[in-house]
């Protein structure tokens, strides 16, 4: 069986009716960004599976205009938090109370085709929806926030050890089970002190009836992220590009361009000088991590950044290309917490490196571009379709049979699509 039959067979193995789960076990429901990126890859041999894909996941989509980071369409025993757990049954689907990058905006722009207008017409309040929330529910002293560590989609990287360490674990917090450890090695997994912040972050979410607004100024955990940052700020390009070709009126164009103006104003607030590269940033004390990750190329993808600042993260990007056998690390090699197998502290994560290669590409950098693109080409060779990979040995890590990385495959890397699209 080619690569291309295997990423297809995935694709259709997690497919459940119109919405794909990440892979078996592991990750039983439907996760947010996961199915903007598996809408690419449908969309290289099904398109109406594709779009498929983008409407059922905003089929949770709750009043306030928040798109939950999953939808729990059932109760499954093998995951943990799960429906019960979270309580955030504000939308029509059970879900959870927190969102995840907002990147559908964009795979929906790269999807449509010129007889796709009915398609994007459905849909193009909901998007606007969306990215209103953000611009409103998460916004904090002009830059967007994030209230917990699983809204990013980078769940354990040492980014939120600032905001994680500062919390205090609620004292009642109720007894629970993990079930993600059962799936996969521990040892590549978030801690256990982790997820008990991760809980009390919840609990406080209940506690405030998933008042979104209140969770940001209120909650125990309130960082800046720059996966979000950036991901919102092309998605909000992306979204007025959509506005213009279906013709919205110019009060739609103008909310738009106010949020790409704002992002774009905010990037500075991400700038850590010392660093040479855009960081986290605690939004309580200030405080920048002190970390070089993947989130951080993104600035190339959001469009941002000064000559020198351009110039500072490429130096940055080089030097960690240097250090590895494969591009590009979610944590900095350099750096302390580097664990080049456990999740978000170092292993290599497909999806991001199809943004990061998007956006390098789009400035000129072509070269380096090729690199993240060779790179992950030759991981899947060599390993199959992970959830991510060990950037120094090659080896997959943590879920295999993994959807987005199948989907990557088929959107980006395999060279027996004439048509791709990126």
């Known amino acids: 069986m080619t690569l291309d039959d295997q990423a297809i067979a995935i694709l259709r193995g997690n497919d459940r009716g119109g919405f794909t789960i990440p892979t078996r076990g592991l990750y039983p429901y439907q996760w947010n960004w996961d199915s903007a990126f598996v809408a690419l890859g449908f969309a290289a041999f099904d398109r109406p599976r594709a779009w498929a894909e983008v409407t059922t996941v905003l089929e949770g989509q709750w009043p306030d205009g928040m798109v939950p980071s999953i939808l729990f369409r059932r109760d499954d025993p093998d995951y943990f938090p799960g429906p019960r757990r979270w309580g955030a049954n504000l939308g029509p689907i059970p879900s959870t109370g927190v969102s995840q990058p907002p990147v559908l905006s964009t795979a929906v722009r790269l999807l449509a085709g010129e007889d796709d207008a009915d398609r994007l017409d459905n849909i193009f309040d909901k998007l606007l929806a969306w990215h209103n929330w953000y611009h409103t529910a998460r916004t904090f002293d002009g830059v967007i926030a994030t209230v917990h560590p699983w809204e990013t989609g980078r769940d354990n990287c040492p980014d939120w050890n600032i905001g994680l360490d500062a919390m205090e674990v609620a004292p009642d917090l109720a007894p629970y089970e993990r079930m993600d450890n059962k799936h996969v090695d521990a040892s590549f997994r978030p801690s256990q002190a982790q997820y008990d912040r991760y809980l009390t972050i919840i609990q406080a979410g209940q506690q405030v009836g998933w008042d979104q607004a209140r969770l940001t100024t209120e909650g125990p955990f309130l960082m800046a992220d720059p996966n979000i940052n950036f991901v919102l700020l092309r998605a909000d390009r992306d979204l007025f590009t959509l506005a213009e070709r279906l013709g919205r009126d110019q009060t739609v164009r103008n909310k738009i361009q106010g949020w790409i103006a704002k992002g774009e104003a905010a990037s ?155």
């Open 268 to 422: 500075d607030r991400l700038w850590n000088d010392q660093l040479g590269g855009y960081a986290a940033r605690d939004l309580h004390s200030g405080r920048f991590s002190d970390g070089f990750t993947n989130a951080s190329a993104l600035c190339f993808y959001a469009g941002v950044g000064a000559p020198e600042q351009r110039a500072r993260t490429l130096q940055n990007i080089r030097r960690i290309g240097e250090r590895v056998q494969y591009m590009l690390p979610s944590w900095d090699p350099d750096a302390q917490d580097f664990e080049p197998q456990r999740y978000w502290c170092g292993p290599i994560w497909p999806q991001m490196n199809f943004m990061i290669a998007m956006g390098l590409r789009e400035q000129g950098e072509a070269q380096l571009a090729d690199r993240m693109q060779s790179d992950l080409t030759r991981l899947i060779e060599a390993s199959g379709f992970w959830e991510c990979f060990n950037p120094v040995t090659g080896a997959g890590c943590v879920g295999s049979d993994f959807s987005w990385t199948a989907a990557m495959w088929l959107a980006w890397l395999s060279p027996s699509w004439l048509t791709r699209v990126a």
